[in-house]
């Protein structure tokens, strides 16, 4: 039998191993903005054309490779498969509340993606992502109002162990946004602001945009 250092061992590898991941999905999701940027300003691509092209290609995807691949492999769902997405199309069928929840996600990640690509294009990726690691600070306010103002069997208690943490992590993640965007400035740190040159009284706009040669008689 295992004993405990080859479990820590194990625990410990595991831990590893889902860092790697973590920061691969990373790398994955920077690339993926990179070249989104790319498309909307050097190539003029709308953000409407981009999210249909990376849904349409996304369901080509799942459809033909992801899903089948995850239907074979064993696991602990229905019929002994990690991922059983016929079964998840019956349970829709059988419960429209499901149906009706799946619809609903899928036009609000159509919407996010899509509003998500304007900033893009109106600003850079790099607002866009700093903006989108603000909504994880909505999603926990709100989940913290349900649980203590609406019902407490929903939403998510304060852990009173790493909830400072997290609001300390949360503060940071602001303060980080709201410098990067410039809206504060700390002296001596900042960028200074362009100077722009001051405007006298005895500007030359004040006189004739004519010379007097040049009037008609």
């Known amino acids: 039998s295992p004993t405990i250092r080859d479990k820590l061992s194990s625990g410990i590898n595991a831990e590893y191993g889902g860092i790697i991941l973590i920061l691969s999905a990373q790398l994955v999701s920077a690339s993926q903005m990179v070249v989104e940027e790319i498309f909307i300003k050097k190539h003029n691509v709308p953000p409407i054309q981009v999210v249909g092209m990376e849904g349409c290609f996304g369901v080509i995807f799942m459809t033909l490779l992801v899903l089948p691949v995850c239907y074979f492999i064993p696991g602990s769902g229905p019929h002994g498969s990690y991922e059983n997405s016929l079964d998840a199309i019956a349970q829709m069928y059988n419960n429209p509340a499901m149906l009706v929840l799946g619809l609903g996600y899928l036009f609000s990640i159509a919407f996010y993606n899509y509003f998500g690509l304007s900033v893009t294009k109106s600003l850079t ?30 939403g998510e208690a304060f852990d009173t162990k790493y ?30 602001l362009p100077a722009y040159p001051e405007i006298s009284a005895d500007f030359e706009g004040s006189q004739p945009l004519l010379d007097g040669s040049l009037r008609a008689n």
């Open 125 to 154: 990726a790099v607002h866009r992502t700093l903006i989108d690691a603000c909504r994880t600070i909505l999603v926990w306010g709100i989940d913290l109002f349900i649980h203590y103002v609406i019902i407490n069997s929903y």
């Open 163 to 192: 909830g400072y943490l997290q609001l300390g992590g949360f503060a940071m993640l602001m303060l980080g946004t709201l410098l990067y965007n410039e809206i504060i400035r700390i002296p001596h740190i900042s960028t200074p």
